[in-house]
């Protein structure tokens, strides 16, 4: 059988760069087959036009190799990189798709959701574009719920000259975090990053999935880079997208793809802020609604919310906390439904005006108890609400 032809894509000619850096840190890398699991983290790292440097590499390797009459290949690139022989053709590391023979596996298959805030966000030419200075990550199965959660302070640094005002008021924004003197910075990275590797189970040489919303990506993949590179290891953490799971999920069971759109708007739901046992100990004892343990958990409440009825699954304090934990703050009701068919048709064997809300049922109530003044102006007669039509899988009921 005929030998296939090889092939040399952008992030081959980039791993072949990476051989020797690998090896003057102290890597076992003998080939690119090696080198090509540990340059994934950096190549997700480099810009559009930093990428666009190796693809010209390898559309000029393409040319120099495209005529198969010609008895001597030409030097071009072999003058400038050594000549790697029997060498695999380099594929940036993809998560497969999970096997979901049927519903009982995907009501136990285990995920890791992982948020990571930083005290601000540096320009682009500051060579560190990030100070992480919280790490939060639950593990959860749709069946189970919350099976256990990892939370910790890692210590951001030293801050960039010049940006210490703008750290500092990113911090008081949203986490309230320090940006000095944090009695529970913890500068041991390298117990923080085996502690995070242990917890979502990564064994020798394999990669782990750990998802969070498309907007925090970035910011995610970078600060767990960061800390691997801080702790000398390896990161084995595959950062993927939150909504683009709950999609299959959905997907799967009722064999229609919900909008992406819709799923992000999901999972925006803050009804849960002030619930206890959501934030971590320190945002919890300083009332500071913006905490990353809060936020992994929140997802995981919102995604057992909306998948509870599809699946056919029961809903136990470890999926949702219980409405009598909630504090005496007013919660914003915002109501989401995955299944809008189900809904329309649930919502079309009932009346249309719903007292809960309807203005109209407030005022009934107000006069019941005695004639007390009316919502509305005198003369004014309140309008009935009408049954409420929309498409997608979401849909918000304002209070």
């Not at 049927?102 to 966000?121: R, T």
């Not at 203005?359 to 409420?388: K, R, T, Y």
């Amino acid at each position: 059988m005929p030998n296939k032809k090889a092939v040399r894509n952008a992030y081959y000619f980039f791993v072949l760069e990476k051989v020797p850096e690998l090896q003057a840190k102290g890597f076992n890398v003998k080939n690119i087959k090696d080198a090509i699991p540990l340059c994934s983290g950096d190549w997700a790292l480099l810009t559009i036009e930093e990428k666009m440097k190796y693809g010209e590499m390898a559309q000029k390797w393409k040319e120099d190799h495209s005529s198969a009459c010609e008895s001597e290949p030409k030097q071009t690139l072999k003058s400038t990189m050594p000549v790697v022989k029997n060498v695999p053709d380099a594929v940036e590391p993809q998560v497969t798709a999970m096997p979901w023979p049927n519903n009982q596996a995907v009501l136990g298959n285990i995920v890791y959701i992982i948020e990571v805030f930083s005290l601000g966000e540096m320009p682009p030419a500051c060579g560190q574009r990030f100070l992480p200075c919280e790490i939060a990550c639950v593990k959860y199965c749709l069946q189970d719920g919350i099976l256990g959660e990892f939370h910790c302070f890692p210590d951001p640094g030293e801050i960039p000259c010049g940006f210490r005002y703008h750290c500092q008021a990113g911090s008081e924004a949203s986490h309230k975090i320090p940006v000095s003197g944090f009695e529970l910075a913890d500068d041991n990275y390298h117990k923080i990053f085996k502690n995070l590797c242990e917890f979502v189970g990564i064994s020798s040489g394999s990669f782990v999935p750990v998802y969070c919303k498309k907007e925090d990506w970035y910011r995610v993949n970078w600060c767990l880079n960061w800390l691997a590179r801080k702790a000398g290891r390896i990161c084995r953490l595959l950062v993927c997208e939150l909504e683009d799971l709950v999609v299959k999920v959905y997907k799967y069971r009722l064999k229609e793809e919900p909008s992406v759109t819709l799923v992000r708007s999901m999972l925006e739901v803050f009804q849960w802020d002030y619930t206890r046992n959501t934030r971590c100990k320190w945002h919890e004892e300083n009332d500071i609604v913006d905490c990353a343990l809060a936020v992994c958990k929140k997802y995981t409440y919102c995604v057992s919310e909306a998948l509870a009825p599809i699946y056919g699954f029961p809903l136990t304090p470890a999926h949702i906390p219980e409405w009598g934990e909630k504090c005496g703050t007013i919660i914003n009701p915002k109501v989401v439904v995955m299944d809008a068919g189900r809904f329309m048709k649930s919502k079309s064997l009932n009346t249309v005006e719903d007292k809960g809300f309807s203005s109209a049922g407030l005022n009934a109530e107000a006069s019941a108890a005695g004639g007390e003044q009316s919502l509305f102006p005198s003369g004014v007669i309140p309008g009935v609400l009408s049954a409420v039509r929309g498409r997608g899988i979401t849909r918000r009921i304002p209070f």
